[in-house]
């Protein structure tokens, strides 16, 4: 699972193995271990509601999709979700882009077997 932040926007990236993880268990999700003992986990998880969910609590970035787009995600073409989200007590919103794993076009020599070429290859 490949995370990427900027100014108000997460995007999350699932690779093949990660998407049939989440589809089994509801949850995906990553650390990063920092110098000092500090850990970043982000998690992609499936939530019965029906409005999308994110929250950073405790060094972990929580993001729920819904049930239904889950079940909508699972579907072969479909790539991904964008949403905003608001941002409490500002007029800001937090962009979100969940989306599986396509193979780097730069990086020539990255494994791309868990990625999902065969959707790269139709667009």
Excluded at 9 to 35: K, M, Y
Excluded at 67 to 96: I, N
Excluded at 113 to 120: M, P, S, Y
């Amino acid at each position: 699972m490949k995370l990427r932040c900027t100014t108000s926007s997460v995007r999350i990236r699932i690779r093949r193995s990660e998407l049939e993880l989440f589809d089994r268990e509801g949850r995906v999700a990553e650390q990063v271990h920092f110098p000092g003992g500090s850990i970043l986990t982000f998690a992609l998880e499936r939530i019965s509601g029906l409005a999308w969910e994110a929250a950073l609590t405790d060094g972990t970035l929580r993001i729920g999709m819904p049930e239904a787009q889950a079940e909508l995600w699972m579907h072969p073409d479909r790539v991904g979700f964008e949403e905003q989200l608001p941002v409490a007590g500002k007029s800001a919103t937090l962009h979100l882009l969940i989306e599986k794993d396509f193979p780097c076009l730069h990086r020539t020599n990255e494994d791309k077997t868990d990625t999902f070429q065969d959707l790269a290859d139709r667009s």
